[in-house]
């Protein structure tokens, strides 16, 4: 399946590099109007973590969006004229640039709302607008709908796509025969709080969602729509996106749910729930346990069936769109729950508890193991259903 993936990711490169040729100028704005939607600077307190000039910050983003949309060869070069940023992009098809202005427009309408907020005093200190920027702006194949990005991802990284939760996500798509290489085209990210945070700051932006409702539905509009004009399938990922989703479209999607949301009319969006891509870590903890590590695993165990579960859904969905969407994740729970779930346990041994492959395949072999196997397609503990981040 791996190498059928990868056969194919080489395949599709060949094509976007026989078709990406012509020569983009892309109209920024003005130079206030490119420093607040791409939070330039993105990491300065007297001392720059990386000194960067507002140009060279737009084509660090820029760059990593055209290599993340398969444009290897592209080459992005940002100028100021008489205040107006131009982005000048070559080696891309022509037309790349709508998507981005597009972006950028929906991102007023999150400054617009920042600005609200902090009139109302509710914007912290320590927040950053932070838009989904860097990230494949045309050949994407699914969305994923989360509920604010890690300040580190901004101020350390400058990588929208770096932070626990994305990687771990990226690792299971990789473990469902998505190329590594092809995982950000997997992970076009929709965050209901366009705002980079503590990691522990959760709680404290749940109520913010409502300062934000014309970019967040600018954004599933747009983004949710393929370049070819085809929808794209959605992962929701934890409890106060899917809350937000039963607040915005009516829709209930639990945890390996399944439901259509129509962001315009006639278009209609196959959407999974999920749990957070970090949320495993709680569910693990043995302190929630009174210190039992057999009942942590389980409940960790459970969760991890359930994640290769969406994110297989995910990889499917995203490679051809026209699956049959209920039919293809009894597929994928089967496959991982199932079928599978011998390497489901390996796996959670491995990339949660941080054993090597053999002590994992050791303690899956183990009869109390083999009890939590079993557990897999059963509820999780009621104390554990509490919002994910």
């Given at each position: 399946?791996?190498?059928?993936?990868?056969?194919?990711?080489?395949?599709?490169?060949?094509?976007?590099?026989?078709?990406?040729?012509?020569?983009?100028?892309?109209?920024?704005?003005?130079?206030?109007?490119?420093?607040?939607?791409?939070?330039y600077p993105n990491n300065c307190n007297v001392i720059c973590f990386r000194d960067w000039s507002l140009e060279k910050t737009v084509e660090h983003y820029l760059t990593q969006s055209v290599q993340r949309d398969g444009y290897t060869s592209a080459t992005v070069h940002v100028v100021?004229?008489?205040?107006?940023?131009?982005?000048?992009?070559?080696?891309?098809?022509?037309?790349?640039?709508?998507?981005?202005?597009?972006?950028?427009?929906?991102?007023?309408?999150?400054?617009?709302?920042?600005?609200?907020?902090?009139?109302?005093?509710?914007?912290?200190?320590?927040?950053?607008?932070?838009?989904?920027?860097?990230?494949?702006?045309?050949?994407?194949?699914?969305?994923?709908?989360?509920?604010?990005?890690?300040?580190?991802?901004?101020?350390?990284?400058?990588?929208?796509?770096?932070?626990?939760?994305?990687?771990?996500?990226?690792?299971?798509?990789?473990?469902?025969?998505?190329?590594?290489?092809?995982?950000?085209?997997?992970?076009?990210?929709?965050?209901?709080?366009?705002?980079?945070?503590?990691?522990?700051?959760?709680?404290?932006?749940?109520?913010?969602?409502?300062?934000?409702?014309?970019?967040?539905?600018?954004?599933?509009?747009?983004?949710?729509?393929?370049?070819?004009?085809?929808?794209?399938?959605?992962?929701?990922?934890?409890?106060?996106?899917?809350?937000?989703?039963?607040?915005?479209?009516?829709?209930?999607?639990?945890?390996?749910?399944?439901?259509?949301?129509?962001?315009?009319?006639?278009?209609?969006?196959?959407?999974?729930?999920?749990?957070?891509?970090?949320?495993?870590?709680?569910?693990?903890?043995?302190?929630?346990?009174?210190?039992?590590?057999?009942?942590?695993?389980?409940?960790?165990?459970?969760?991890?069936?359930?994640?290769?579960?969406?994110?297989?859904?995910?990889?499917?969905?995203?490679?051809?769109?026209?699956?049959?969407?209920?039919?293809?994740?009894?597929?994928?729970?089967?496959?991982?729950?199932?079928?599978?779930?011998?390497?489901?346990?390996?796996?959670?041994?491995?990339?949660?508890?941080?054993?090597?492959?053999?002590?994992?395949?050791?303690?899956?072999?183990?009869?109390?193991?083999?009890?939590?196997?079993?557990?897999?397609?059963?509820?999780?503990?009621?104390?554990?259903?509490?919002?994910?981040?």
């Amino acid at each position: 399946m791996k190498k059928t993936a990868a056969l194919s990711a080489t395949l599709a490169a060949l094509t976007l590099s026989l078709c990406a040729h012509a020569d983009v100028d892309v109209k920024l704005g003005s130079k206030e109007r490119v420093s607040r939607l791409f939070a330039y600077p993105n990491n300065c307190n007297v001392i720059c973590f990386r000194d960067w000039s507002l140009e060279k910050t737009v084509e660090h983003y820029l760059t990593q969006s055209v290599q993340r949309d398969g444009y290897t060869s592209a080459t992005v070069h940002v100028v100021n004229d008489t205040n107006e940023l131009h982005a000048k992009i070559s080696g891309v098809p022509d037309g790349y640039g709508k998507p981005l202005t597009q972006l950028l427009d929906a991102g007023e309408k999150a400054y617009d709302g920042a600005k609200k907020l902090n009139a109302d005093g509710k914007f912290a200190y320590n927040w950053y607008l932070f838009l989904p920027l860097g990230m494949a702006l045309e050949n994407r194949k699914s969305v994923e709908l989360l509920h604010f990005p890690p300040d580190y991802s901004l101020t350390q990284a400058q990588d929208y796509l770096r932070s626990a939760t994305t990687d771990r996500w990226a690792a299971l798509l990789t473990d469902n025969g998505i190329a590594a290489d092809q995982t950000p085209a997997f992970q076009t990210i929709i965050d209901i709080a366009p705002i980079a945070a503590p990691a522990s700051a959760g709680k404290d932006l749940e109520g913010v969602y409502g300062y934000f409702n014309d970019y967040q539905t600018t954004m599933v509009k747009e983004v949710s729509l393929s370049a070819k004009g085809t929808s794209l399938p959605m992962v929701a990922f934890g409890a106060p996106v899917r809350s937000w989703l039963k607040e915005q479209y009516k829709v209930e999607v639990p945890v390996l749910g399944l439901a259509t949301i129509s962001p315009v009319s006639g278009q209609n969006v196959s959407v999974i729930g999920s749990n957070h891509p970090s949320y495993i870590w709680y569910a693990a903890d043995k302190s929630n346990y009174g210190g039992d590590e057999t009942k942590a695993d389980e409940a960790g165990l459970k969760v991890m069936g359930q994640d290769l579960s969406a994110a297989c859904w995910q990889a499917g969905m995203g490679q051809k769109p026209d699956n049959d969407a209920a039919a293809l994740l009894k597929q994928c729970t089967t496959q991982w729950q199932v079928t599978r779930k011998v390497e489901t346990c390996k796996l959670f041994y491995t990339s949660i508890r941080n054993l090597t492959p053999d002590q994992a395949a050791a303690k899956c072999r183990t009869g109390a193991v083999g009890r939590q196997l079993d557990q897999l397609r059963m509820p999780l503990p009621e104390m554990l259903k509490k919002p994910a981040a």
